[in-house]
């Protein structure tokens, strides 16, 4: 497997754009294509919020029941969350128009928006923004660069990664781009995730993929426990490498899982280190517990602790609340037999066994949670189950940003 | 029922002191007594955290199996929590040291802790500290009032409450003091709670009614969402009101739980309110659910919500979030069926029904939202179930007090 510089456009016969539709932010693009010059098999996981905003109710609908997909119409600023049959009609309005400016089916068109939630978006500034799309789609690192870029709200990076990868004697690519900063905590889901492969695959074995992938990527970062009312990944895969189609698990299906897991972990930790306000991506890795399940539980309730984050931003070795954390992630064990370690690229020091500190130097400690990525070790001592999971810490930033974010 | 201005020592026969250990902090009082001049009858609940602090141990051992309590010795600066078998010594030498200082045995003697994670408690300075408030107590309320202020930790104020009620033509009093800002997201406990009260109750029927209070009051606050390994609610009850004994249900047991529901909703409010950088406190009723406990949920996760929290800060209706909470709840319900009010001293306004936005003025919305006590109304139109939950705001100085807590 080759990690190669680029997102949705790296895959054979995938194009994107960019526009500035003036949906709600001036003087920048908030609008994105990604088109598959051939149609393409798609599969897509979805927020479990019971309030879903009208492009999750409409792509999961696509998703399901439409032979193939070709294109993907997104837009920043407003989420068309919470907008009712109003709502809904936009989702119709921009499908029906892309379709005919793109020559596909508007049964092939997927949407997609992130943004405040509540406003309704105007149909006649996104229909115009769809036709700037259309005359603007190109292939190539650019045009992808653009889309990411375009997508982006409270993000600070845009966010892209791509792979190649051998199946069946061919080079498969796999790359995708997602935004997400704030209202992260996706359930069975993300924020907005775009992937593209031209991987020869059927739906079948596409979405077993997807949704093994999302489990132990997507559905493991946290910035805030807010899950939100729009997260969706949508996967395309086109089948332009040319492998002979994978139709059943293998080695072709495993190399395919291990690319897509690849770029689905990069895309995750871009999201949880560029938390709204976040200096630094704060990891928990939980080694040796009795389920996975538990090991998921104990590593999620560590990064999503206010306590904790807020300790990891003032570089303070307060582990504690880790520990107090685990403790109430609702997962069993002993707290006697745990085994806590600080983690990065300055060193690894154990802080807590035995039920009681180590003796560490508090200096040393310090350098560790300075830097801008940072793990916790947690050694439950009970099993051989393993899981990862990704936040970051919680700063004066993520206040200022969300005390008055519609300003 | 009357409310009156005291605390813990409010009812007949209760003292307190406080004292100056130097356990921690240091130029301040740290330790507190609460001293019963006749046995009590005990109740508490805990924290549901698997880490449990030591004198969580403790204390659940002698509520259940001591015949009696007649003190409760705490301390704040050091939690007494992550401490191993030293931490378990230290409660043993305060409960030895108490009881032979206080003549009453080491069986009757409660001890609580609060202050950070992982520190062992000097027993010198504790025990001398136990002799200070030994030869200090007294009743009366300005020895309740120094009790209230030497438990806190980040409290900004202190936290009392009293009512006085009539029970089987005596006058029954119940009065509390508790402690908690930060890491409070109790469940089946509070952070440090202590209420006394002159009833005469067996101590079953006082079990019964601190559990089902509790479930109401104190479960239903949280500052960050982050269950500490502290959590305890202690309840003594010493007889001294000579109201025929309360052993079964009925009208003196109603009584004497309304009583005991005002304290603890009292109590549980001014630490809701008091969390750690709020500058408001903040409610949300859930009306006509289907269950009460749909009822709690949705009501606990809108008050959990960090993004809903910052909006409160920032005072902007930002309601979009307050959609996003309840349809991550876990509870069940159709979002077109949902309407959302704000509510405080400046009024009250519906800004959500049918699906959509009420069109509702922003600046009226603003005034309402810039109270210190601002309430979400939340109408399900799915049954009759009712419930309350309380929280605050997050602000800047949550990260500042969260980031270097320790220095």
Redesign the interface.
Request: hydrophobic letters at 35%; proline letters at 1%; a positive charge.
């Given at each position: 497997m080759k990690i190669i510089d680029v997102g949705v456009t790296a895959a054979k016969g995938f194009e994107a754009a960019a526009a500035a539709a003036g949906i709600k932010y001036q003087n920048r693009t908030d609008m994105a294509l990604v088109y598959s010059t051939v149609p393409c098999k798609a599969a897509g996981t979805f927020t479990?919020?019971?309030?879903?905003a009208a492009p999750v109710v409409w792509d999961s609908n696509v998703v399901e029941n439409s032979p193939y997909v070709q294109a993907v119409v997104v837009n920043s600023g407003i989420?068309n969350?919470?907008?009712?049959?109003?709502g809904m009609d936009c989702c119709k309005a921009e499908a029906v128009k892309a379709g005919e400016v793109l020559n596909i089916p508007e049964s092939a068109v997927l949407v997609a928006s992130t943004g405040?939630?509540?406003?309704q978006i105007d149909v006649e500034k996104i229909t115009a923004g769809i036709e700037l799309l259309a005359a603007a789609k190109a292939p190539g690192a650019e045009a992808g660069l653009a889309a990411a870029k375009a997508i982006m709200t409270t993000d600070t990076v845009h966010k892209q990664a791509a792979v190649t990868v051998e199946i069946g004697g061919k080079t498969v690519t796999v790359g995708g781009m997602c935004k997400g900063s704030?209202?992260i905590?996706p359930?069975m889901c993300t924020m907005l995730g775009f992937v593209t492969t031209d991987v020869n695959i059927s739906k079948e074995m596409l979405t077993k993929a997807v949704k093994a992938s999302v489990a132990d990527t997507f559905n493991m970062i946290s910035v805030?426990?807010?899950?939100?009312?729009n997260d969706t990944l949508l996967v395309l895969a086109n089948g332009l490498a040319g492998n002979e189609e994978i139709t059943e698990e293998g080695a072709d299906f495993d190399a395919f899982c291990e690319a897509l897991n690849t770029i689905n972990t990069a895309l995750a930790k871009k999201m949880a280190g560029d938390g709204e306000g976040a200096t630094a991506l704060f990891e928990t890795i939980v080694t040796n517990a009795a389920t996975k399940e538990d090991a998921k539980i104990l590593a999620k309730s560590v990064i999503?602790?206010?306590?904790t984050k807020?300790?990891i931003?003032?570089h303070?070795a307060?582990?504690?609340?880790i520990?107090?954390?685990?403790?109430?992630s609702g997962a069993?064990?002993d707290?006697?037999n745990v085994d806590l370690y600080f983690q990065s690229k300055s060193g690894k020091m154990q802080i807590?066994g035995?039920?009681?500190?180590c003796d560490y130097s508090e200096e040393e400690a310090t350098k560790i949670l300075s830097d801008p990525e940072v793990t916790v070790l947690v050694d439950m001592h009970m099993g051989d189950a393993q899981a990862t999971a990704w936040g970051c810490d919680?700063?004066?930033d993520?206040?200022?940003?969300?005390?008055?974010?519609?300003?």
């Open positions: 479990s919020n019971i309030v879903k989420a969350a919470c907008t009712g049959q109003q405040v939630i509540g406003k704030g209202m905590h359930n805030d426990g807010d899950t939100s009312t999503c602790s206010s306590l807020a300790a931003f003032g303070d307060n582990w504690g609340r520990l107090c954390a685990l403790g109430y069993k064990f707290p006697e807590f035995n039920g009681v500190a919680l700063s004066y993520y206040v200022k940003i969300n005390a008055d974010y519609r300003s």
